[in-house]
């Protein structure tokens, strides 16, 4: 067993079998895919990346160089690097590269910072770290300087860009090699970091196996096409853009990938207009300020038929809003880097794409939802298992014995109900619950309440510690068009939709912006942190 293999958590046998019998797993890896991809689509665009423009044989080839280039620094199967790069054509090369050699990267988003890099470097005992020179206005090499003296593990850095002390990826290419090393299918193809919003982040194993029928599957649920061409807005590295069916799921299709530096409208909107952008994938907070600018962007949006929200619940509002503003048809997911995802479907009808979260995207997705003891309820946590979640994380394994049932079933922290149809509605999260002297409020609801009023564009609940009462309810909202609401008026308003007095929020906080996760999703514990400084 090789190193890489420690502390992963393997399906078990029966389950496995049964996810091959399916078709579910193939056994093929993402570097053999590519490979018939390429075969299939040869001259078809693949990557825009700015003015790089690469067919498929291109994109090949430099995987086969890069991977060739890798294989000459010393790096081989089972070797751990941590990638922090923005979204460029060298995130796909280099992922790919990777998988061919049985090397896995570690997907760090380009706003995480010493702290979190130190971490996965460490847990991942990664041998190299590949950043960008800068990106954003942070100078990466820096950043990269102080984790080689913290992690000693790190033998290479790779730099995309002008390499400071480092070495230049653009440098680490040979011809490529004539055989191609083997490499297992349900081996570990890349680590995920979990979008969790306490402790520290954690790894999430995806196999070949596993992480291909992600993207194919989801690409049959968006109906993608070779005609598509998909905008990668969010940060490439996460599991939206990347396989949701993003990047690999475009591939798979004979589609084109264009790769966008900055999710912000007055990037995103013209590029839409000059690559005749046909689907995305946006978290709410940005779909909102899409809808806002588009009216008055200028850029023509028609190609656009298909835009994906996820990452954070989409109120029905905005869900509703968003066809006529950006002239797409919205998809909601629901989903997460550890496995499960959720789609409304494109001929679902309108009422349950603006009100659910979508439902499962293979018929061997098992989910639960039930109480603290485990028994099923109608509004409780999701538990689910499946052929492409985990049935651990990566090396902790402390953890894990809380985190999934004994018999393997993954336990998301998301409180939901399941409508007649098989949809999923997402109520809030299982620990995002405040308690007032007694009587548990959970701020997710409380957000969707305050949602509705035309004076609050965006809200966040959280808990304020109170002598008296332990907890008190403070609502942080940014105002709307009729903006700032007064608490007294919100309250009047909560009253008159029917929601319980004990859920009212104590204290009012107005803002102009919501503190924002490294993807883009409200960061309720940097709001707790700025209330409290
Ligand atoms: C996606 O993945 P992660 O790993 O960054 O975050 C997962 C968590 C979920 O457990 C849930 O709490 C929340 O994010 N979430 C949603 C949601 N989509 C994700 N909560 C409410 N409504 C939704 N639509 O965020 C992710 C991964 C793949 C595709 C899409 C999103």
Same mark, same amino acid.
């Given at each position: 067993?090789s ?8 399906w ?5 079998a ?5 078709g579910?797993?193939r056994?093929?890896t993402?570097?053999e ?10 001259d ?14 291109e994109?090949?080839?430099r995987v086969?160089?890069r ?5 000459a620094?010393g790096i ?11 979204n460029?054509?060298?995130?796909v090369?280099l ?18 910072r ?5 971490h996965?470097a460490?847990l ?15 100078d ?10 913290l992690v000693?593990g790190?033998?290479h850095v790779l ?6 002390p ?6 680490v290419?040979?011809p !490529? @090699?004539a055989?191609? /090393?083997?490499?297992? &299918?349900?081996g570990?193809? *890349? =680590?995920?970091?979990? #979008? ?5 982040p954690?790894?999430?194993?995806r196999?070949h196996?596993d992480?291909a ?18 905008l990668?807005?969010?940060? !490439? @590295?996460?599991?939206? /853009?990347?396989?949701? &069916?993003?990047?690999?799921g *475009? =591939?798979g299709?004979? #589609?084109?990938v ?10 995103a909107?013209?590029l ?6 046909t689907?995305?994938?946006?978290v ?9 600018a588009?009216?008055? @962007?200028g ?19 905005l ?8 002239g797409?048809?919205v ?8 496995g499960?995802?959720?789609y ?12 659910s ?9 098992e989910?639960?939802?039930?109480d603290?003891?485990?028994n099923?309820?109608e509004?409780?946590?999701l538990?689910?298992?499946?052929p492409y979640t ?12 809380t985190a ?11 409180v939901?109900r ?12 299982v ?6 002297g007694?009587?548990?409020v959970?701020?997710?609801e409380?957000?969707?309440y305050l ?6 564009a965006?809200?966040a609940?959280?808990?304020?510690p ?8 403070c609502?942080?909202?940014?105002p ?8 007294k008026?919100?309250?009047a308003?909560?009253?008159e ?10 204290r ?19 709001v707790?942190?700025r209330?409290?400084?």
């Amino acid at each position: 067993m090789s190193d890489l293999a420690v502390g992963f958590t393997p399906w078990p046998s029966e389950l496995a079998a049964r996810y091959r019998e399916a078709g579910y797993w193939r056994g093929e890896t993402l570097g053999e895919l590519l490979r018939t991809w390429a075969a299939s689509h040869r001259d078809a665009l693949a990557v825009v990346d700015g003015e790089l423009r690469l067919s498929y044989a291109e994109l090949d080839k430099r995987v086969d160089e890069r991977a060739a280039g890798l294989v000459a620094l010393g790096i081989g199967a089972g070797d751990r690097l941590v990638l922090q790069l923005p979204n460029t054509a060298e995130l796909v090369v280099l992922t790919f590269a990777l998988a061919r050699i049985g090397a896995v990267p570690v997907m760090a988003l380009p706003a995480h910072r010493r702290t979190e890099i130190e971490h996965l470097a460490a847990l991942s005992e990664a041998v190299g770290y590949v950043v960008a020179d800068s990106f954003q206005g942070f100078d990466h090499r820096t950043l990269a300087a102080e984790i080689v003296e913290l992690v000693p593990g790190i033998e290479h850095v790779l730099v995309d860009g002008d390499p400071g002390p480092f070495t230049a990826l653009g440098s680490v290419t040979a011809p !490529a @090699a004539a055989e191609t /090393p083997f490499v297992d &299918p349900a081996g570990i193809a *890349v =680590l995920l970091i979990s #979008g969790g919003t306490t402790g520290k982040p954690k790894l999430i194993p995806r196999t070949h196996d596993d992480y291909a029928l992600n993207a194919r599957a989801s690409a049959e649920v968006c109906a993608l096409t070779a005609d598509d061409r998909y905008l990668v807005a969010l940060p !490439a @590295a996460h599991n939206f /853009p990347l396989a949701c &069916p993003g990047i690999l799921g *475009v =591939l798979g299709v004979g #589609g084109t990938v264009v790769m966008c530096p900055a999710p912000s409208p007055d990037v995103a909107l013209p590029l839409i207009e000059r690559e005749r952008i046909t689907v995305t994938a946006l978290v709410p907070p940005l779909a909102r300020l899409w809808a806002e600018a588009a009216p008055y @962007a200028g850029a023509d949006l028609s190609s656009l038929r298909l835009l994906q929200v996820g990452g954070a619940k989409l109120d029905a509002a905005l869900a509703r809003r968003i066809p006529d503003a950006l002239g797409a048809q919205v998809q909601q997911v629901f989903g997460m880097a550890e496995g499960l995802l959720n789609y409304t479907r494109l001929d679902d009808p309108a009422e349950i794409v603006e009100i659910s979260q979508g439902r499962p995207l293979c018929a061997d997705d098992e989910i639960r939802v039930v109480d603290p003891d485990g028994n099923d309820v109608e509004v409780g946590e999701l538990l689910t298992r499946g052929p492409y979640t985990l049935q651990g994380y990566y090396r902790v394994p402390e953890y894990n014995a809380t985190a999934f049932t004994p018999d393997g079933w993954y336990r998301s922290g998301d409180v939901v109900r399941v409508l007649p149809s098989g949809h999923l509605v997402v109520e809030g999260r299982v620990k995002d619950v405040i308690n007032r002297g007694g009587e548990n409020v959970s701020a997710g609801e409380l957000e969707e309440y305050l949602l509705v009023h035309p004076a609050v564009a965006a809200a966040a609940v959280v808990g304020l510690p109170d002598e008296t009462l332990g907890e008190i309810v403070c609502a942080v909202v940014v105002p709307g068009p009729d903006g700032p609401p007064k608490l007294k008026a919100l309250k009047a308003f909560l009253g008159e939709q029917g929601l319980a007095r004990f859920k009212h929020p104590d204290r009012l906080v107005i803002v102009d912006e919501l503190p924002l996760t490294a993807v883009g999703k409200i960061s309720k514990r940097d709001v707790v942190e700025r209330l409290s400084t």
